[in-house]
């Protein structure tokens, strides 16, 4: 298996490597469609393992890529952000051009980062924590529907049976995001959403929930121990 997550983790770092939903797991592909040679197929556990390290995220026309390690803090306030802008289509079927965060999450932002007496702010367990419901809530949106609330997910138990079908992999992750809400406190389930599914950074969590400065911050802490112990990760 460490061979294996080696080999992929070579791979992936290649000019042009992507992965893409495939029979059997995942296909590594070097090429810009899916006509490019296939690299080698990751099961579940591979993919899961490149999703913590070196981080994955949604690949414009579809599939993952390699994350962008992260850039040094933006000079507009907002911690770890360098804004961009993004065509994306909304749910009326139109395509709109939207801000996005261009560089870091706010949970690698804060691994990054050491508290008073030098300890990091984040241990590794939870920093892998937010980046598995990161790239839950990525491959849930590949489902056939073109909008997504997370309040609305199917509860813990709800469905049952194989997930089979080009939406099947984005209905296992949705359960898996609603299985990891549910398990924390629902004030820790409001920052996760907020951070690690709808991608603010920690100062706009903080304006949206009505938390003081540096309150979301803690929060988030808490919220993220709490999601290590629900994946067992530590």
């Known amino acids: 298996m460490t061979d294996r997550i080696d080999r992929a983790r070579r791979l992936i770092e290649r000019q042009g490597a992507w992965l893409a939903e495939a029979p059997g797991g995942y296909a590594l592909r070097l090429g810009p469609d899916r006509r490019a040679r296939v690299l080698m197929v990751l099961d579940e556990d591979d993919f899961r393992a490149l999703a913590i390290a070196p981080g994955l995220k949604a690949r414009a026309g579809g599939g993952w890529v390699r994350r962008r390690a992260p850039e040094p803090e933006s000079p507009g306030g907002r911690p ?3 804004e961009a802008e993004r065509e994306v289509e909304g749910p009326d079927g139109v395509r709109r ?4 965060n261009a560089t870091t999450t706010a949970v690698a932002w804060l691994a990054a980062r050491k508290d008073r007496d030098g ?7 939870e920093a892998a924590a937010g980046e598995r419901l990161t790239l839950d809530g990525e491959l849930a949106r590949r489902g056939p529907s073109l909008t997504m ?3 609305a997910l199917p509860r813990r138990g709800a469905g049952g049976g194989a997930d089979h079908g080009p939406g099947g ?5 949705r359960r898996r995001v609603a299985e990891a809400l549910n398990a924390v406190s629902p004030m820790e389930a409001q920052i996760l959403v907020r951070i690690c599914l709808e991608g603010d950074a920690l100062r706009a969590a903080e304006g949206r929930l009505g938390l003081p400065p540096r309150r ?3 929060r988030l802490r808490a ?3 709490a999601l290590a112990r629900h994946y067992r990760l530590g």
């Open 223 to 225: 919220a993220l121990a």
């Open 169 to 173: 992999a984005a209905l296992a992750a």
């Open 216 to 218: 979301g911050r803690e």
């Open 119 to 125: 300890r990091p702010m984040l241990s590794a367990a």
């Open 149 to 151: 609330r997370w309040d």
């Open 97 to 100: 051009r939207v801000r996005v």
């Open 80 to 82: 770890g952000v360098t």
